[in-house]
């Protein structure tokens, strides 16, 4: 096999990653397949989970700190009865203890405190830093680690099913809410301990009824030539459209491609994240109202007409 000759590439692709791939591997798959110079993703999903894991590629990494920032939805199952070191199945089994006669009641009552504006201890297990180094580092080495609780929003918690000692739940969330960690919370609650089974991420704002692609419908795209796999590239202004767009004339684009503040008069410019569009139908940059009344850029981008 030749060696790969990287391109100037930017767009997104809504990956559904399979189980056992780290983020990484998933997204260095995919840039190899699209020969992307340059690409990110936003927001891992753990080697044992599936699902929506958009792929930033060029100018579209910019938006990988917003996309970072979304709501989530999730399905995970979680068995009652075993806790583990990691939360998960990767773990060794920590404890097991009699599952409790439980009825629908009962699981509600425990689910109803993880709901909300909560405060959660991340796994030890996890990739968050402390003094520059992952905890599972800290962990894998035998190190003591003291992870602090933080403030989580959990929008929706509901049992979807039940299989024995297997629940399925539906979960809607806020950034850095871990989903094992509300598997060992309910475990808890009902007073014998639960581990995360299977995970699968169903979409990301602003991509919430996502067309994903698999690794091998994108290998087989590879493979029947390169218009076939950009079918599957989105624009970066894909990752946009859910914010107020902006269009502006010639002048107003050069200002704010020089990064200069401008006015809009009359426009009625709305509040918050505004997503600002060149004269040439381009993604020119992200743009906030300030005080003044003036746009200010807050993300600038450098994209072809249309992009």
């Known amino acids: 096999m030749g060696r790969i000759v990287f391109r100037e590439l930017h767009g997104l692709v809504l990956l559904d990653k399979p189980l056992g791939l780290s983020s990484n591997q998933a997204l260095q798959e995919v840039r190899r397949l699209f ?104 962990a894998r080495r035998g190190e003591a680690v003291d992870v602090p609780a933080r403030e989580v929003d ?6 979807a099913g039940r299989e024995g000692d297997l ?19 309910l475990g808890e609650a009902l007073g014998c301990g639960a581990h995360l089974t299977a995970l699968r991420r169903i979409w990301v704002e ?37 914010l107020p767009a902006l269009h502006l004339d010639a002048a107003q684009s050069q200002a704010i491609a020089q990064g200069r503040r401008i006015a809009l008069d009359g426009t009625g410019i709305p509040s918050g994240l505004c997503a600002a569009f060149a004269d040439d139908g381009a993604l020119l940059a992200l743009v906030e109202r300030g005080p003044d009344g003036l746009l200010r850029v807050q993300r600038g981008f450098n994209l072809p007409p249309g992009g």
């Open 206 to 242: 602003p991509f919430t009824s996502p067309r994903m692609h698999t690794l091998d419908e994108l290998r087989e795209r590879a493979g029947q030539g390169d218009d076939v796999l950009l079918e599957a590239l989105l624009p970066v202004s894909a990752a946009v459209a859910h």
């Open 35 to 138: 020969r992307a110079a340059k690409g990110g993703h936003t927001g891992a999903l753990d080697p044992l989970a599936t699902g929506l894991l958009p792929l930033c590629f060029g100018e579209g990494t910019k938006l990988a700190a917003h996309l970072l920032g979304a709501r989530k939805a999730y399905r995970a199952t979680c068995r009652l009865g075993i806790t583990t070191t990691t939360g998960d199945l990767e773990g060794e089994v920590a404890n097991e203890r009699a599952v409790p006669n439980l009825d629908d009641a009962a699981i509600e009552a425990a689910l109803a405190p993880l709901r909300g504006r909560i405060r959660q201890v991340p796994p030890v297990y996890s990739a968050i830093k402390q003094g520059g180094e992952p905890l599972y580092a800290k």
């Open 154 to 159: 959990v929008y929706r918690l509901v049992l």
């Open 167 to 185: 629940l399925h739940l539906e979960i809607e969330c806020g950034t850095g809410t871990y989903i094992r960690s509300l598997a060992v919370d």
